[in-house]
């Protein structure tokens, strides 16, 4: 179980550095192409990746330390389906961000970009699906053991 939480609290610190050097990357590609004010995916890829990458994996290292979800299967099961999935809307998110930046359209150069951005939204959404299986699970449990040990003792 410690080993597991620190896995979330690595994870947490690996997405706080990302999100921070993805503020100061777009701050500097902005200078660079001399196109403040242009909005693009690039605005909004540091908040990204601090709030559904390191607030999300501290919320979850504190449910884990109530729940214990690290033991289930289906907590591996969000564990990498969520990463994946951040990782691959997160980089979809830069290509764009980029393209825009360098005057293309990145809905019109191909048809893969929308398709693979929604692909990581889908392994998202599938990640804090078996979040909440998990959760369940654990609360279910805790439940149980908690009506156990209040219910009487009784004498044969």
């Avoid at 999100?19 to 990357?25: C, W, Y």
């Avoid at 109530?66 to 389906?81: A, C, E, N, P, Q």
């Avoid at 191909?110 to 909440?132: E, R, W």
Wanted: net charge positive.
């Amino acid at each position: 179980m410690v080993r597991s939480m620190k896995r979330l609290l690595d994870t947490a610190l690996v997405y706080m550095v990302l999100g921070l050097a993805s503020g100061l990357f777009y701050r500097e590609y902005v200078k660079a192409t001399d196109s403040l004010g242009t909005h693009t995916q690039l605005n909004t890829l540091h908040t990204h990746l601090l709030v559904l990458g390191m607030i999300m994996f501290l919320l979850v290292l504190a449910l884990d330390a109530i729940f214990s979800l690290s033991g289930r299967r289906s907590f591996d099961v969000f564990y990498w389906t969520y990463n994946i999935g951040l990782v691959v809307t997160v980089a979809l998110m830069i290509v764009r961000g980029i393209l825009t930046l360098d005057g293309q359209d990145p809905a019109s150069t191909t048809a893969a970009i929308p398709g693979i951005a929604g692909l990581g939204h889908m392994l998202l959404t599938a990640g804090l699906i078996a979040l909440f299986v998990a959760l369940r699970g654990a609360v279910s449990e805790k439940q149980a053991r908690r009506a156990e040990a209040q219910a009487p003792a009784t004498t044969v």
